[in-house]
């Protein structure tokens, strides 16, 4: 016989941490997050808690939300830099197409800029 709590839990539990760090990544709070899903927030929250698993349809829902497959959220693999492209999409949501643009421009420059900093930096001595 399965015991449903504890296979429900061992499942809960890591899904509900990967919903809440993805939902974090995206700098959004669980009210927001259930705005988007349209859903009441206690319903994140025990999600995020592993005190209640998804349903399917719901899982795919809540995947599409955050942004992310099924099998990432499923996944015992840390998530990336789908992390920081989806924080980045997240941010840029709403503005026009000039803006998006504009905010592409200097997410660029300031990533040459970095990148020619750290190559021109002096290196130390190991002596």
Request: net charge positive; with cysteine; aromatic share 4%.
């Amino acid at each position: 016989m399965v015991d449903e709590k504890r296979d429900s839990s061992e499942l809960g539990r890591p899904l509900g941490k990967r919903v809440a760090a993805r939902r974090k990544s995206l700098g959004w709070t669980q009210d927001e997050l259930a705005e988007r899903m349209n859903v009441d927030a206690e319903t994140i929250s025990r999600f995020e808690r592993g005190a209640h698993l998804p349903s399917l349809p719901t899982l795919e829902r809540l995947a599409n939300a955050l942004r992310v497959e099924i099998g990432e959220l499923l996944s015992t693999t840390k998530l990336g830099k789908a992390d920081d492209l989806a924080a980045l999409a997240a941010w840029m949501e709403g503005l026009s197409p000039e803006d998006r643009k504009f905010v592409l421009a200097v997410a660029r420059n300031c990533c040459e800029h970095l990148r020619n900093s750290a190559r021109n930096a002096p290196r130390l001595s190991r002596e």
